[in-house]
């Protein structure tokens, strides 16, 4: 009988992470995980760039969709870095609180397409629609 090495030559198996890919220290389940699930709303506009970086990093684009402002969403989101992401830097915030009903997030982060390096930077804008919070859209601060 002939053993199944296919296993052996995968190498070493990697751990599994349940870290949340937002950066916020706590674990995805309790972090960004009930927002991408829909089992939950963002309750500011941070929390909702945190969770919209979170599904990018796993690809979720029905979630991505779902929390961007309809008027201004585009047609089709195309192709999703699935190389890698930067860590998310969260530079600055202002409104977006829960009693808000509009904020912006300024943040780093980059992505890796095609062998090729995308850093970002940009001022998030948030907006509530029909109770939640929703992106409307973002621009590359002044420097």
């Known amino acids: 009988m002939a053993k199944n090495t296919a296993a052996k030559n995968r190498g070493p198996k990697k751990k599994p992470t349940t870290d949340c890919p937002c950066e916020s220290g706590d674990r995805f389940n309790s972090c960004c995980g009930p927002f991408i ?12 760039m945190r969770s919209r970086y979170s599904a990018f990093v796993k690809r979720n684009a029905a979630y991505i969709v779902h929390s961007w402002l309809p008027s201004t969403a585009p047609e089709s989101l195309g192709e999703l870095p699935r190389e890698g992401w930067d860590p998310l830097e969260i530079v600055a915030t202002s409104a977006g609180g829960p009693g808000d009903d509009a904020g912006t997030v300024e943040f780093k982060t980059g992505y890796i397409h095609a062998d090729h390096s995308h850093p970002m930077h940009e001022v998030g804008q948030f907006v509530r629609h029909d109770g939640r919070w929703v992106y409307s859209g973002g621009a590359t601060p002044e420097q």
């Open 37 to 48: 699930r829909r089992q939950a709303e963002p309750p500011t506009a941070e929390a909702l």
